[in-house]
């Protein structure tokens, strides 16, 4: 059906940044949002930044305003997220959500990707 393959993510000090791709491949018609997600450890997974399928509409959580960047390249299927001035705070495992519609089915999916560490030493 659908693939997920994200990258970018490592051990950096604050204040740097960081730049995660997540690449979507397989049957796909058209994908619609796109989000990045984050889980820490002991902590529920929280919405990061999203983007509408036009690239024109985009969310942020507030901890991450002014800091992070979602945008996307539709001809590559692929959603980014740059993080900058990054925080020993948003060390976690960072998640692609994807929506899309698959060849021959009318319904929405949502996938997920594999996750990446992100990890931000003070």
């Known amino acids: 059906q659908v693939q997920l393959v994200e990258s970018g993510g490592g051990l950096v000090q604050a204040g740097e940044s960081l730049r995660l791709s997540c690449a979507a491949s397989?049957?796909?018609?058209?994908?619609?949002?796109m989000d990045w997600y984050r889980q820490a450890p002991g902590k529920e997974r929280e919405l990061v930044a999203a983007?509408?399928?036009?690239?024109?509409?985009?969310n942020y959580a507030d901890s991450v305003k002014g800091r992070f960047t979602i945008s996307r390249d539709n001809a590559k299927n692929t959603v980014y997220l740059q993080m900058n001035s990054l925080k020993p705070e948003d060390t976690a495992v960072y998640y692609c959500?994807?929506?899309?519609?698959?060849?021959?089915?009318?319904?929405?999916?949502?996938?997920w990707g594999q996750g990446t560490q992100v990890t931000v030493s003070s």
């Open positions: 959500n994807v929506k899309a519609f698959i060849r021959g089915r009318p319904e929405l999916f949502s996938y």
């Open positions: 397989g049957s796909i018609f058209s994908i619609d949002a």
């Open positions: 983007i509408t399928s036009g690239g024109a509409n985009t």
